[in-house]
C-alpha cells in the first residue's frame, strides 16, 4: 500500500471505528435496561446482567455496523473532498479507482469480520445467552418469590413473602395449595429458605404452622419447628433448551432435521435465516459506495454536499428496508433468497457507476479565461 492509500486509509479509520464505539455503546445501553428486569424483578447478580448484555451484541452490533460505516465515511469523504485533498489525488493523476480503493478496502474487511460474527459468534453467544436464561428459569427462589407481591408459580399454589434478605431467606411466608381432589393446604411460616434434600428442591419452612381443608370442610390444623415444602411440581428436569434459528450455525440453517416437526414447519424461515447470515454483511460495502456516491458521485462544490447526503440516506435507508422485506417474504417463499443477495449487490453496481461516470477533471480551460477577464468591470 502506497503512502497516499495509507493516509486515505487512516483518515477513514479513525471516524469509522469511533462511530462503532458510540453505536456500540448505544446499543448496549439498550441491551443494559432490557436485562435490568433479571435484577429487579427476577433477584439476579450483576454477573448474569453482564452476561445477558453482552451475549446479545453480536446480532445487534452486525445491524449497526453499516450505520456506522456510512456515517463515517460520509463524515471523511466530505472533510477530504471540501479541503479540496481528493481533488489534489486527481490532479496529481490517480485515478477514481486508486482514490476509492482504501474505503473499499475498508469496507470489504469490515464484511469478513461481519460475516464471521455472523457464522460463528453470533450462534456461539446466542446459545450461552439461552443457558443463562434456563438458568434464571430454574431459580427457583426468583421463581417462586418476589418481595411483597402474591405470585403463582404453578397452577394452584399461591406463594407470599413480606420481605427476602440478601442471604435469601424469606421472612413472613404465605402459601396456599389447591389439591387434585378440591381440598386445600396453607402454610404460614416465619422464615423459609431453598435447600436440596436427597437431590430434590425443597423450601425449608421454619416456625409455622399448616392448615389443611378436605373436600368434606374438615380442617386440619398443625404446628412445626421445620417443614421441608416439596417444590418438584416447580422443576421440570427434563426441560431441553431450544435453539431458535438466530442461535443456530449455518450448516442447521441449511439443512435442518427434518425428522422433528418444529423444523419441518419452520423450514423455510430457517433457509431464509441462513441466506440472510450470508447476504447482511454485505451491506457494509453497500453503505461504503453510497457514501462514495453521495461525495464523490458528482461535482466539486464549495458550499457542501447535504442534498445529495440526505439524498443517499434516504436511500440506503431504503435499500436496508428492503432487505429486511426480502427475508421475511423468503420466509414464505424460498425462491425469494436470491433478493437478499440481489438487493445489495444491485445497490453497490448503481452506487459505483454513478462514481465512476462522473468525469475527472484535471486541466483548466485557457480558452474561457479572457472572457471571464473580459467581464470584470475596469
Known sequence: MRLIDRYLFRQLLGPTLFAVAALTAVVLLGESLSGLDYIVNQRQTAIVFLKITFLALPQQLNLVLPIAVFVAALVSLNRLHTEQEIVVCFAGGMSRWRVISPAIRLASIITVLALL?????QPLAYRALRQVYMDVKADLAATMVREGEFTTPAPGLTVYAQTVDNNGDMHNLF?????DD????????????IAQRNGQAVMILEQGSQQSFSPRGVLNFLTFSEYPFELSQLSNPDELIHYKPSDRYLHELFHPDLQQDWEKKNRKGLLAEGHARIATPLYNIVAMCMALSAIIGGGFSRLGYIRRIMTMGGLAILVRVLGFVAQSAAESNVNVNILQYAIPLIAIALSLRSVFRQRVSRFIDIRRRPARIAAVPA
Open 182 to 193: 378440591g381440598g386445600a393446604t396453607t402454610y404460614m411460616a416465619n422464615k423459609g429458605h
Open 117 to 121: 460474527m455472523n457464522l460463528w459468534v
Open 175 to 179: 402459601i396456599h395449595q389447591l389439591k
